[in-house]
C-alpha cells in the first residue's frame, strides 16, 4: 500500500500547526488532523502569549531561542503582524527565600549565555510604574524574552503551511492507529483512514489518549488555569510580569500588556483544577483581580473584556515530553507542554523535522535527553 | 455653545435640576446634577467624543445602553463610558484621541470580599415581563431579587411617550408607556418578598450557577434557584456604505437621549426602518422638537402599524416604503443620507437616487433577543426561563402577560400549592403579540347629521380602548373583541373620549348639529411644542397626509390628564369625514437635494464590526478562502473581540455567510466568554467600596 503522506500530525493547535509548516518546508506530504475546525481551538486560544528562552534547562533554553527568532523575524520575512513585541520578562522577589533561588537560577541562566540581569527595587520600578516596592528586594528582566499574538501567531502559520503544501482535515477524531511490523502504517479517525510513514502526536489536553491508541503511554494530564484580557490603553508598563507568591487559593499568576495594548494575564489556582473542563467559575475574577491590584494598584481602572479557563497538559516533571517513541518505530511524541506550546511549539515544530529527515543538528540529543519519554520524571522545574 | 436641551416636552414633564459645571477638554460645560457625561455633552452639542485608534474615525454614542464603549471619555483621568457615567462638580472630561492612557494609581488599593446573595428567583431585567413575573412571584410569596441595568424600573417602557395599544383592561391601553412602567414598578415592589436592584447589570451565569452582577458599582454573585431572563432586545445594525460614521445608532438610544435625559442629539434625523420602533421614534423625534427628514422602508409597506405609519406621514413625514438606504454621507459626522428605490431582488435602482440633508440616522431594522443569559444559565445547569423580548421579539403588552405566564411557571417549581396558570392568559398573549393583521376599505358615511365618530383605523391589530371608553357603547369591534377592526354605530353623544384616547390617534368627530355645510370636526393633536391656536391657519390632511385643504383652527381644547389636545375646525361638508389631522413640519425638511450623493464606497466597504473596525469585505475574503469558524474570522480580523463582545457584528458574519452561499448548518459557532459588559478590574477586587471611589 502506497503511504498517501509522509507524516500525519495529530493537533493542530501551537505545536501541531508548526510542526506541520516546517516539515510541509521540507517537502513532506503533511495531513493535519483536528477535531476542532479551525487551528488552534483548543488551548492556542487560551494562551496569553509571553515568550521567554530564560528556562532552567539546556534544552528548553535552545528551543525557545529558536522560537524566538522564528517569532521575532516572522513579519519581516513574511509580512503578517503576529502581534510580535521584545517586551522580556521579570520576576520580582518579595521574600528572601524567593530572591535568592532567583539570583541562583541567574547565574545557571547567565552560563547558558542568557541575556538576564537583576534589578534593583528602583530600576525595576522604572520598568513598571507603580508596582507595589513594599517589601520589593529586586527582580530578575531578561530584555531578550517577548510576546506574541496567539491567534493572528497560528493562522498566519496555518496559512503558510498551506502554502507549503500541507492538508488539514477539521471536524475529525482519532480513532485508532494501525500499526504492522512495529512500525505506525496509518491513522484512524471517525471519518477515513490515511496511510503515513510517520505521526507525531501534538495532541495537547489528548496527548495520553492518543498515545493509548498506539499502545503507548506517556504520563500528561490537563491542569487548569484561568486568564483574562482587558480593554487596550497606551503602553504603560514593559515586561511580562510573574508574581511567585502563593497565596491561600492559588499559587503563581503573570500578565503583561501585549503589542495592541491590551494587558493579558493568567493564574495558577492551588489546589490544581485537573481535567479539560473548559467553563468558567465566578471564583476565578476574585481571586485574580484582588492579587493583581493589590500588587499593581493601577490595574484597578483597567476594564476586563474577556476571561477563560485554558489547560497546562503537564508532566510530573514539568518539561515537554518530545522524540521518538522507543516501542513504536515512526511516532513521534511531542506533547505535555505543561503550558508553553505557544513558546516552544516553533523550535520543537524544526526540532520534529529534523528527527523524522534523519538530519539533526550538533546539540539536539543534548536537547532531547531532558525530553526523552523514557526519563524518570523526578523533581520539577524550577518557577515553572 | 448651542443648547440642545428639551425646556418643555409635550408629555414629559421637565424638572428644575441643579446645574454644574463639568470641563471638556478644558472648556466649562453646564451639566445637570446626575446626568450622565454623554448627555451633558450632548447638550452642549458635543457629539464628536474621541477618535478610533484603529483608523481615527470618529466615536461618540452609540447604544447609550453601556453595552459598547463607543462613547468613551476620559473622566478625572480614567477611561468610562460616557453614557454609564455621571457627572460630577468641576469633573475633567477628555475625549479619547487614539488609545487612552491608563492613570496613576493616586491611593492605597481598595480589597476586600465580594458579598454573595441568595435567592428563589432572580429576575434579569426591570421592564414590562420582569415586572409583571414578579408581581406574580411577590404574590405566591417567592424570595424574587429584580435587577436592571437602569437607574428607574420599566425597562423601556419608561422611554414611551405615546399612547399604548392592546385592552383597557389587560394591558393599560390608551395611558403612556411610560406611566405603564411606573404603575408596574409600584406593583412589583408591594410585595415585601420581592428586592429590587437598580443600577445593577449581570455579567456572566458562571458554570457554579452563580450569576456576576454589578450592582451600583459593586460586585456581587447572587446563587438563585430559578433565573428568570427578561433582558429585552437588542437592536440589529445594518450594513451601508457610510455606516461608520459619527451619528448613526439605534432608535433605543436615540430614545433614551430624549425621553429619559430630555437632550435633542440631532436636528434633522432619517429614519432607517418602518417597523413599530422606527415609526414610534418619529413620533417622539415631532414631540421633542426634532426634524424627520424621512424614513426608509424596504419592503412594500410598513412592517409596524399602519396607524403608526399614518400618523407620521399626517404630520409630513414622507415614508419611502420599496426604498433601501444607499449611503451616509460627511466627513467623519452624518451631513446627508442617500437613498435609492429597490427592484424584487432588494437591489437597488440607479437613477431612483435621492439625498436628504440630516445629521443624524437611526437604524431600526429589528430587535434580537437578549439571550445571552438563557444559554449559559443552561450551560450551567441553572433553571431558566425566558420571557419577553429576551424570549421572543413581541409588543411590550404581551410581554407583560408572557411575564404573568412565566412567573407562574416559576411559582409551581418552587412553591406547593402554587395555582395552575389560567389557559385565558397565553390566549390574551397571543392576541397581544398578533402581527398586524390585512387593511380594510375604508367606507364614508354620507351621513351629514348628528354628531358622529369616524374611525381611520384599517388594519387589525390588538387594541380597543375605543370600545372601551365609549359612554353609549356605540363602538364596536368587528370579530375579535381585541383584535378586529372597530366600526361605529349606536348614538354618539359627542363626548370625544373616543378621540382623546384612540393611541394611533385615528377618530375624528364630525358634529353637524350646528351648521350642516360646514361640519365641526376634532381631531387629536399631541404635539403642543408645535402650538396650535384658534385663528391658526393649518393644511388638514386625510389619513396617509394627502392634503385636503387650509383651514383655520376654531378652537382648542386641552385634556390635561392624557396630554391631548382636541383641535376644532369648520370644514366643508364634503372633505370633513376625511379630515384626520393636519401638517406640522414643512416640506422643505424633507425635500430631497438637487442632485443626489452618490456613494464613493463600495458596499463592501461598510463595516461589520464597528469595535475593531472590520470591514464586509474583508469577512467575504475569508470565506472565500474557506474560512467557516467564526472563531477563526475572529482569530484573523479580531472581529467580535472588541467591547461590546460581537453584540452588533454577530447577525452581520451570518449575513455575508449567507451571501456567499454558506448554510448555517455549515458556520461553526462563535465561543461566548465571560463577561457580556466590560467592567473595571478594581470592581472585582472589592466587594465593597473604599474611600477613594
Known amino acids: 500500500m502506497s503511504r498517501a503522506y509522509d507524516v500525519v500530525v495529530i493537533g ?57 527568532e522564528i517569532f521575532s523575524g516572522w513579519e519581516a520575512e513574511h509580512g503578517d503582524d503576529i502581534g510580535w513585541l521584545s517586551n522580556g520578562y ?28 537583576w534589578l534593583s527595587p528602583h530600576e525595576y520600578e522604572a520598568l513598571v510604574p507603580g508596582i507595589d516596592t513594599t517589601g520589593l528586594l529586586g527582580a530578575t528582566y531578561s530584555p531578550g524574552d517577548g510576546s506574541s499574538m496567539p491567534l493572528p501567531a497560528i493562522n498566519a502559520f496555518y496559512f503558510k503551511s498551506l502554502a507549503h503544501g500541507a492538508t488539514y482535515r477539521w471536524g475529525e477524531s482519532v480513532t485508532g492507529i494501525e500499526t504492522e511490523g512495529g512500525r505506525v502504517r496509518a491513522v484512524r479517525t471517525d471519518k477515513a483512514s490515511y496511510a503515513c510513514g510517520w505521526v507525531v502526536n501534538c495532541a495537547g489536553n489528548d496527548a495520553a489518549a492518543v498515545s493509548a491508541l498506539a499502545g503507548l503511554s506517556v504520563p500528561v494530564v490537563p491542569d487548569c488555569h484561568e486568564g483574562a484580557v482587558t480593554e487596550p490603553v497606551q503602553r504603560f508598563f514593559g515586561p511580562m510580569v510573574v508574581d511567585l507568591r502563593p497565596a491561600p487559593d492559588s499559587a503563581n499568576y503573570y500578565f503583561y500588556q501585549n503589542k495592541e495594548g491590551h494587558v493579558v494575564f493568567c493564574i495558577t489556582p492551588d489546589p490544581p483544577i485537573l481535567g479539560a473542563d473548559s467553563d468558567a467559575t465566578s471564583v476565578f475574577l476574585p481571586q485574580v483581580a484582588r492579587r493583581m491590584v493589590a500588587l499593581y494598584p493601577r490595574l484597578a481602572h483597567l476594564k476586563i473584556r474577556r476571561t477563560w479557563r ?75 | 455653545m448651542s443648547d440642545n436641551r428639551i425646556r418643555s416636552h409635550p408629555v414629559l414633564p421637565v424638572p428644575q435640576r441643579e446645574a454644574v459645571t463639568i470641563y471638556w477638554n478644558k472648556e466649562p460645560v453646564q451639566a445637570l446634577r446626575d446626568e450622565v457625561i454623554s448627555s451633558a455633552l450632548i447638550a452642549a452639542g458635543i457629539h464628536v467624543f474621541g477618535h478610533h485608534h484603529n483608523d481615527g474615525s470618529a466615536q461618540g454614542i452609540y447604544c447609550a445602553n453601556g453595552q459598547c464603549a ?62 409583571s413575573a414578579a408581581v406574580e412571584l411577590g404574590r405566591l410569596g417567592v424570595r424574587t431579587l429584580i435587577i436592571d441595568d437602569k437607574s428607574e424600573l420599566g425597562g423601556k417602557l419608561v422611554l414611551q411617550t405615546h399612547k399604548f395599544f392592546g385592552s383597557v383592561e389587560d394591558s393599560y391601553a390608551g395611558a403612556r408607556g411610560n406611566e405603564i412602567g411606573r404603575m408596574l414598578a409600584r406593583q412589583a415592589l408591594d410585595s415585601e418578598c420581592v428586592e429590587t436592584w437598580t443600577d445593577a447589570t449581570a455579567l456572566y451565569v458562571f458554570k457554579d450557577r452563580k450569576v456576576g452582577v454589578l450592582h451600583d458599582g459593586r460586585y456581587r454573585l447572587v446563587t438563585p434557584k430559578i ?47 418602518g417597523g413599530n420602533v422606527g415609526l414610534i421614534a418619529g413620533y417622539h423625534a415631532l414631540q421633542a422638537g426634532i426634524e424627520v427628514a424621512g424614513l426608509v422602508e424596504a419592503m412594500p409597506q410598513c412592517g ?51 439625498t436628504f440633508i440630516c445629521d443624524t440616522l437611526l437604524i431600526a431594522v429589528g430587535l434580537n433577543p437578549v439571550d445571552e443569559f438563557t444559554r449559559e444559565a443552561e450551560k ?76 381611520h383605523c384599517l388594519q387589525e391589530i390588538p387594541c380597543n380602548p375605543c370600545s372601551t371608553v365609549c359612554p353609549t357603547n356605540a363602538i364596536h369591534m368587528k370579530g375579535d373583541p381585541i383584535l378586529g377592526n372597530p366600526y361605529y354605530e349606536g348614538s354618539c353623544v359627542g363626548c370625544g373620549k373616543c378621540v382623546a384616547i384612540c393611541p394611533g390617534l385615528a377618530i375624528t368627530l364630525v358634529d353637524y348639529r350646528k351648521d350642516r355645510a360646514h361640519p365641526t370636526v376634532t381631531v387629536p393633536y399631541e404635539l403642543s411644542n408645535h402650538p396650535v391656536q384658534p385663528g391658526s391657519v ?114 452581520l458574519v451570518r449575513q455575508v455567510f449567507r451571501e456567499e452561499g454558506i448554510p448555517p448548518e455549515r458556520i461553526v459557532e462563535n465561543t461566548s466568554r465571560p463577561v457580556f459588559v466590560e467592567v473595571p478590574f478594581g470592581v472585582f477586587a472589592a466587594g465593597e467600596r473604599g474611600s477613594h471611589e
Open chain 2, 304 to 354: 409596524g402599524y399602519r396607524v403608526h405609519a399614518d400618523k407620521l406621514r399626517r404630520l409630513g413625514v414622507p415614508i419611502h416604503t420599496s426604498h433601501t438606504v444607499l449611503c451616509a454621507n460627511g466627513e467623519e459626522s452624518v451631513e446627508s443620507v442617500t437613498i435609492a428605490r429597490i427592484d424584487e431582488n432588494f437591489a437597488s435602482i440607479a437613477g431612483t437616487e435621492q
Open chain 2, 380 to 455: 450551567a445547569g441553572l433553571p431558566v426561563v425566558a420571557a419577553g423580548d429576551a424570549d421572543e421579539i413581541a409588543e411590550a403588552s404581551s410581554a407583560m402577560f408572557m411575564g404573568r405566564i412565566a412567573g407562574l411557571r416559576i411559582a409551581r417549581d418552587l412553591v406547593a400549592g402554587a395555582p395552575d396558570i389560567p389557559a385565558s392568559l397565553s390566549a390574551k398573549a397571543d392576541i397581544l403579540k398578533a402581527h398586524p393583521g390585512c387593511i380594510d376599505e375604508q367606507e364614508f358615511s354620507t351621513l351629514r347629521e348628528g354628531v358622529y365618530p369616524v374611525l
Open chain 1, 310 to 384: 485554558g489547560q497546562y497538559p503537564m508532566t510530573p516533571d514539568g518539561f515537554p515530553i518530545v522524540g521518538c517513541a522507543p516501542e513504536l518505530a515512526g511516532w513521534v511524541h511531542n506533547v505535555g507542554m505543561c503550558g508553553q506550546g505557544f513558546m516552544l511549539g516553533p523550535g520543537l515544530g524544526e526540532l520534529v523535522t529534523r528527527i523524522i529527515t534523519a538530519t539533526p543538528n550538533n546539540d539536539d540529543d543534548r536537547i532531547l535527553a531532558g525530553f526523552h519519554p523514557k526519563r524518570r520524571f523526578k523533581g520539577m522545574e524550577v518557577f515553572k
Open chain 2, 227 to 273: 433565573v428568570l431572563n427578561a433582558a429585552g432586545a437588542r437592536e440589529k445594525f445594518l450594513r451601508f456604505a457610510g455606516n461608520t460614521l459619527s451619528g448613526i445608532y439605534g432608535a433605543g438610544a436615540f430614545q433614551t437621549l430624549v425621553n429619559r435625559d430630555l437632550v435633542r442629539p440631532t436636528r434633522r434625523l432619517f429614519i432607517v426602518g
Open chain 1, 90 to 117: 521579570s520576576f520580582p522577589a518579595y521574600s528572601e527565600d524567593d530572591a535568592t533561588k532567583l539570583r541562583d537560577l541567574l547565574k545557571v541562566q547567565k552560563g547558558y549565555g542568557l541575556d538576564i540581569d
Open chain 2, 538 to 651: 393649518v393644511t388638514v390632511v386625510d389619513i396617509s397626509g394627502h392634503m385636503l385643504d387650509s383651514l383655520e383652527v376654531a378652537a382648542v381644547v386641552t385634556m390635561k390628564e392624557n396630554m391631548t389636545q382636541l383641535v376644532r375646525f369648520k370644514a366643508p361638508a364634503n372633505i370633513a369625514a376625511h379630515i384626520v389631522n393636519f401638517i406640522v413640519q414643512p416640506q422643505s425638511v424633507s425635500r430631497p437635494l438637487p442632485q443626489p450623493t452618490l456613494p464613493t464606497q463600495t458596499p463592501d466597504d461598510a463595516m461589520v464590526c464597528l469595535c475593531e473596525r472590520v470591514t464586509v469585505g474583508e469577512v467575504r475574503a475569508l470565506i472565500r478562502k474557506g474560512v467557516r469558524d467564526i472563531n477563526q474570522l475572529k482569530a484573523i480580523t479580531r472581529i467580535g473581540m472588541g467591547p461590546c463582545g460581537a453584540k452588533t457584528c454577530d447577525s
Open chain 1, 12 to 68: 493542530a493547535g501551537s505545536v501541531g500547526v508548526p510542526a506541520a509548516l516546517s516539515l510541509a518546508r521540507q517537502g513532506l506530504r503533511v495531513l493535519v488532523i483536528d477535531r476542532c475546525h479551525s487551528p488552534g481551538q483548543e488551548n492556542n486560544k487560551k494562551a496569553i502569549g509571553g515568550v521567554r528562552a530564560t528556562h532552567s534547562d539546556y534544552g528548553k533554553i535552545q528551543v525557545s531561542l529558536r522560537s524566538i
Open chain 2, 70 to 131: 463607543k462613547c468613551t471619555v476620559i473622566a478625572n483621568g480614567v477611561p468610562v463610558k460616557a453614557c454609564m457615567t455621571k457627572v460630577q462638580a468641576g469633573m475633567m472630561v477628555q475625549s479619547v484621541e487614539g488609545l487612552p492612557a491608563l492613570p496613576e494609581a493616586t491611593t492605597a488599593p481598595n480589597l476586600s470580599d465580594i458579598q454573595e446573595v441568595e435567592v428563589d428567583v432572580l429576575v434579569i431585567g426591570g421592564g414590562p415581563a420582569g415586572l
